[in-house]
Structure formats: structure tokens, C-alpha cells
């Protein structure tokens, strides 16, 4: 079992930057590609990014290329989500997951483990 722990969220104003992380835990947690979705209210969960195991190879939704950039940590566990140049439109929870290679993590069907989410809205 893997546990996912999302932080960092909060509110921005348009144009700022904002960076989330996911924490893994668990007997598992190691040898699995992440991802990054996230949920509008009244909208469907959209993939937004991934990265593999090791993080040579990244994934991005057509909407944040250019702007977020996907990072990870093994020795700490960890992945970022850094995002830039931040729009109303990615107002949104954040939810980091967790599958055994990059084309299932990317799909949200596919992805094996969920966290809970983190709220980042874009406001002035």
C-alpha cells in the first residue's frame, strides 16, 4: 500500500506561482511513476502532468505546457508540481497519483493510488 500526501496549496493571484508536493509513504512507495490531476468544481478529473520513475521523462496536458513543470525526489519521496504563470482557469484540487509506469498514470482509469488533494485557487 502507498500513501499519498498532498501539500502547498492556497490561493494566488493571476499571473503568480504556486509549487504543491506530494509526499509517498508506505512499504511500496518506491518504483512507481507520479502524476498530478486535478478536479473544477462541477468538471471531470484531467490529467495535468506525470513523471517517471526515475524522471528522465516527463508528460504534460496541453493546457500547462510551458508554465508547470513536474519534479521528483526519490531519496526524499517526494514530487512537485511547480506552477507558473498561474490563470483562474487551473483553480482546481490538486491530487497526486501513483501507478507502476508513465502511460498508466497519466490515465486517470489507470492510476493505482490516489491522495487526497490540495485546493490552489487563482484569484485577485
Known amino acids: 500500500q502507498v500513501q499519498l500526501v498532498e501539500s502547498g496549496g492556497g490561493l494566488v493571484q493571476p499571473g503568480g506561482s504556486l509549487r504543491v508536493s506530494c509526499l509517498a509513504s508506505?512499504?511500496?512507495?518506491?518504483?512507481?511513476?507520479m502524476g498530478w490531476f486535478r478536479q473544477a468544481p462541477g468538471k471531470e478529473r484531467e490529467f495535468v502532468a506525470a513523471?517517471?520513475?526515475?524522471?528522465?521523462?516527463?508528460r504534460y496536458a496541453d493546457s500547462v505546457k510551458g508554465r508547470f513543470t513536474i519534479s521528483r525526489d526519490n531519496a526524499k519521496n517526494t514530487v512537485w508540481l511547480q506552477m507558473n504563470s498561474l490563470k483562474p482557469e487551473d483553480t482546481a484540487v490538486y491530487y497526486c497519483?501513483?501507478?507502476?509506469?508513465?502511460?498508466?498514470?497519466?490515465?486517470?482509469?489507470?492510476?493505482?493510488?490516489w491522495g487526497q488533494g490540495t485546493q490552489v485557487t487563482v484569484s485577485s
Open positions: 497519483a501513483a501507478a507502476a509506469r508513465l502511460d498508466l498514470v497519466a490515465d486517470y482509469g489507470s492510476v493505482k493510488y
Open positions: 513523471v517517471s520513475w526515475l524522471g528522465g521523462i516527463t
Open positions: 508506505g512499504r511500496t512507495a518506491s518504483g512507481y511513476a
